[in-house]
T-cell receptor, first 116, second 115 residues
């Protein structure tokens, strides 16, 4: 089954304690990205990756890091979380081939992060 | 810059009735793709329907159809015969054919189907 797997689904942490949210896809997609969802703001892109070892900033990258050492994995790292990073996070993947059948973004189940 | 605007934060509809969710967008791209995603209480993002901008014909998927007005940059979603399972947050999104593979999302419309 084609899927994007995120872990954990829920996480409560304290300010300043480093954390990693994992993301893995089994569709051999080149393109992966991270979004955060906040009420009234929709989903905003944090970082994206076009392929292994190729990453770039999205619209709200401050306070986040990513890495893409393998095609299937794209972890999101918060080195020193702060309360304003409390949010719902989504990992997504899609094929880089531009055709209507390949434009769908596949999303993980979401990670609800609370930073206290 | 590309933007997507959903002007209806919340809507409700009676079961079996029809409801239309509005979406307008702005882009300078010649070709792009438009999407509606559904997010039920489970938080999963589910693709409802998609449309290529260069196609005139409106996309349809069972009870879901779109009214795509390219000149007006409007992309509304019509849900016919609404069901309780349609209760969800709905996001409109645009994906330009060129550029950085970024989906730009609207702020969402929370739809509640009433029994």
């Amino acid at each position: 089954e084609a899927q994007v797997t995120q872990n954990p689904r829920y996480l409560i942490t304290v300010t300043g304690k480093k954390l990693t949210v994992t993301c893995s896809q089994n569709m051999n997609h080149e393109y992966m990205s991270w979004y955060r969802q906040d009420p009234g703001l929709g989903l905003r892109q944090i970082y994206y990756s076009m392929n292994v070892e190729v990453t770039d900033k999205g619209d709200v990258p401050e306070g986040y890091k990513v890495s893409r050492k393998e095609k299937r994995n794209f972890p999101l790292i918060l080195e020193s979380p702060s309360p304003n990073q409390t949010s719902l996070y989504f990992c997504a993947s899609s094929s880089k081939v531009r055709s209507v059948s390949n434009t769908e973004a596949f999303f993980g189940q979401g990670t609800r992060l609370t930073v206290v | 810059a590309q933007t997507v605007t959903q002007s209806q934060p919340e809507m409700s509809v009676q079961e079996a009735e029809t409801v239309t969710l509005s979406c307008t967008y702005d882009t300078s791209e010649n070709n792009y793709y438009l999407f509606w995603y559904k997010q039920p209480p489970s938080r999963q993002m589910i693709l409802v329907i998609r449309q290529e901008a260069y196609k005139q014909q409106n996309a349809t998927e069972n009870r879901f159809s779109v009214n795509f007005q390219k000149a007006a940059k409007s992309f509304s979603l019509k849900i016919s015969d609404s069901q309780l399972g349609d209760t969800a947050m709905y996001f409109c999104a645009i994906w330009p054919e060129s550029g950085t593979y970024k989906y730009i999302f609207g702020t969402g419309t929370r739809l509640k189907v009433l029994a």
